[in-house]
């Protein structure tokens, strides 16, 4: 998986980032709107390079003549895909449907749900711990809080979310890259 050396701490300071802001109650929803389509494009933009990057090394080694086809560009552009872009992808299309869907039910119930700053928090943590790790982060998300919530709240109190988002997104990419990623099993998640 791409999520390697350097992109992976530059992912934990981008989720360490918004964390201590929002626990100063600094972090707006202008803030990190902005972010998280900043951050998208630096990942996209790292995808890139990385994708070019590879390119030229296929295209120096015995792979260089069987690039310069039309069949040899296809191979290619499914290898970047499965390699390098897939779990962003996904988890873009992901954090999407989830942003888009969240604000539609909590605009509908009268924003009663998640704060406007937590729906693109809830995205970045999703984009950034990328397919398959935001399963284990929806799941983790979700568990949790209950958990918590069934332990140390009244029946009938409710515990919002918006300080678990953060936390748990880097718990889950840290798992992800010191453990999950050794595992046999975390590659059957590969298309």
């Keep these: ?29 202008k803030f990190i709107r902005g972010y998280f389509w900043l951050i998208f494009a630096i990942t996209a933009a790292y995808l890139s390079a990385l994708s070019y990057l590879q390119f030229r090394a296929f295209q ?23 390699h390098f872009w897939n779990q962003y992808l996904v988890a873009f299309i992901f954090a999407m449907l989830i942003l888009w869907l969240a604000e539609y039910l ?47 709240l009244k029946r009938g109190d409710r515990l919002p979310l918006y300080y678990f988002w953060l936390p748990t997104a880097i718990v889950i990419l840290m798992a992800v890259q010191t453990w999950a990623m050794t595992q046999g099993w975390w590659n059957t998640f590969r298309f």
């Design 1 to 29: 998986m791409v999520i390697q050396g350097t992109f992976f701490y530059f992912s934990l300071a981008v989720l360490a980032l918004p964390l201590i802001l929002q626990l100063k109650g600094k972090l707006s929803y």
């Design 60 to 82: 120096e080694g015995p792979l260089g003549l069987t690039l310069g086809t039309q069949s040899g560009i296809f191979w290619f552009a499914n290898y970047v895909r499965l």
């Design 106 to 152: 909590n605009k509908k119930r009268g924003e009663i749900f998640m704060e406007k700053e937590e729906l693109y928090v809830a995205a970045l943590g999703i984009f950034l711990v990328g397919y398959p790790g935001f399963l284990f982060y929806i799941a983790f998300i979700l568990i949790v809080p209950a958990i918590a919530a069934a332990v140390f």
